[in-house]
């Protein structure tokens, strides 16, 4: 069994989805909830499957994605040779030709049943253990043709031939999903671009309120305003609080309040209850002298 899973919120995004599932070279992905409990499993078919057929629409046929390195053997192969071709190669399937013709198509899941139900392999041929007729597309078919192809006969691959039915190349759900690797990456860039903007905008919305807000603080020359942080760290004060309280900007940046208002004699239990007030009313007034 594979030992380490991936696994994805039941969230995520289907570019995402593309995403992982392209960069770990998987067809499976486990599903986990917010507690990182297994809420399931989707596959590349679940996706395909799923998809409406306009996502494939940029792709305008199927040779720009069809896998042309090809290993294909005669008909009469032995099984072995086949099967540890195909494990050496990490082949997921091996077509069967005859003259450069597709007759049928050897896969994983044929291997697995094979040992499943006790089959001897050692003096078997492909011919006798094949899936066929198998499916063909031209390779100017538009993608989402070939996908609804898939769909419909609810297979996970299509041999791919030329005007004269030789084997040309093969096209599987792993290379339409690779394919739209592209619409993902367009799919990042107009998110970037959207955060990009607001970002531009906050920024400047920042600057202008910023630029305001110090034009009030250091023209108010009749009133001391000092500002913090709610644990009482000191982030502003203007020139006249500056005269006042003796302080310069450089001494009372990140001062405690409750230090400079101490010094004041300002009672402490009067400025909890006036904190405590704004808890509850958002602001509140008092004078000390």
């Not at 899936?131 to 996970?156: C, E, F, G, H, Q």
């Not at 904190?275 to 602001?283: A, C, F, S, V």
Request: hydrophobic share 40%.
């Amino acid at each position: 069994m594979s030992k380490s899973l991936v696994s994805v919120k039941k969230d995520i995004n289907v570019y995402e989805l593309y995403d992982q599932l392209i960069n770990n070279n998987i067809r499976h992905l486990v599903v986990v909830d917010d507690e990182n409990n297994t809420a399931g499993i989707i596959t590349q078919t679940d996706i395909i499957s799923n998809l409406g057929l306009e996502y494939f629409f940029d792709i305008k046929d199927v040779s720009k994605i069809m896998t042309r390195n090809l290993t294909t053997v005669p008909e009469k192969s032995l099984l072995p040779d086949i099967i540890s071709n195909m494990a050496d190669h990490s082949f997921s399937c091996i077509i069967v030709e005859r003259k450069k013709k597709p007759i049928g198509i050897f896969t994983e899941r044929d291997v697995v049943d094979l040992y499943n139900r006790g089959v001897d392999l050692k003096t078997l041929t492909v011919d006798k253990v094949m899936s066929s007729p198998v499916i063909t597309v031209s390779t100017k078919i538009p993608l989402y043709k070939a996908v609804k192809t898939m769909n419909n006969n609810r297979v996970r691959r299509l041999i791919v031939v030329d005007a004269k039915g030789y084997i040309t190349g093969l096209i599987t759900q792993y290379d339409i999903v690779k394919g739209l690797e592209a619409k993902y990456i367009e799919f990042l860039k107009e998110i970037i671009s959207q955060k990009e903007k607001i970002l531009e905008e906050t920024e400047n919305d920042l600057v202008e309120k910023t630029a305001y807000l110090e034009n009030i603080l250091s023209s108010s020359t009749n009133m001391a305003i000092i500002a913090s942080h709610l644990d009482f760290k000191i982030l502003y004060c203007n020139p006249t609080a500056e005269n006042i309280f003796g302080y310069n900007v450089n001494s009372i940046s990140k001062t405690n309040l409750k230090k400079v208002l101490g010094k004041e004699n300002l009672e402490e239990i009067r400025f909890n209850r006036a904190m405590k007030l704004i808890e509850n009313k958002g602001d509140y007034d008092f004078m000390i002298e």
